[in-house]
């Protein structure tokens, strides 16, 4: 059974930072690609960032390319978003989330390839 548990979320300024990190427990950490989605009220989700199993590729959706910087640590089984710049359009619960297929040499960066899913952390920043 593979956990994933997200913290660092919280109530900040916009041009503020925030540091996201997830958990992950059940299963070999290291050979899967992760990524953070987040949700607003009344938006569908998106995949904000993600990252292959080995750290050395990564996708970034626009509105956030150099703000927000995903990393892994495959000893701590961690996967962080570090968060700066923050906009209060940034503002929704964010969801950290495994790749289901091993060792997959792309990014994923569609929902149907994750199978594990954290419970989320809100995000709010105020303006």
């Known amino acids: 059974q593979v956990q994933l548990v997200e913290s660092g979320g919280g109530l900040v300024q916009a041009g503020g930072s925030l540091r996201l990190s997830c958990a992950a427990s059940g299963r070999s950490f290291s050979n899967y690609g992760m990524g953070w989605f987040r949700q607003a009220p009344g938006k569908e989700r998106e995949l904000v960032a993600a990252?292959?199993?080995?750290?050395?590729?990564?996708y970034y959706v626009d509105s956030v390319k150099g703000r927000f910087g995903i990393s892994r640590d495959n000893v701590k089984n961690t996967v962080y978003l570090q968060m700066n710049s923050l906009k209060p359009e940034d503002t929704a619960v964010y969801y950290c989330?495994?790749?289901?297929?091993?060792?997959?040499?792309?990014?994923?960066?569609?929902?149907?390839?994750?199978?594990?899913w954290g419970q989320g952390t809100q995000v709010t920043v105020t303006s």
């Open positions: 990252i292959t199993w080995s750290g050395e590729y990564k």
């Open positions: 989330a495994a790749d289901g297929t091993a060792s997959r040499m792309w990014v994923p960066t569609q929902a149907r390839w994750f199978a594990h």
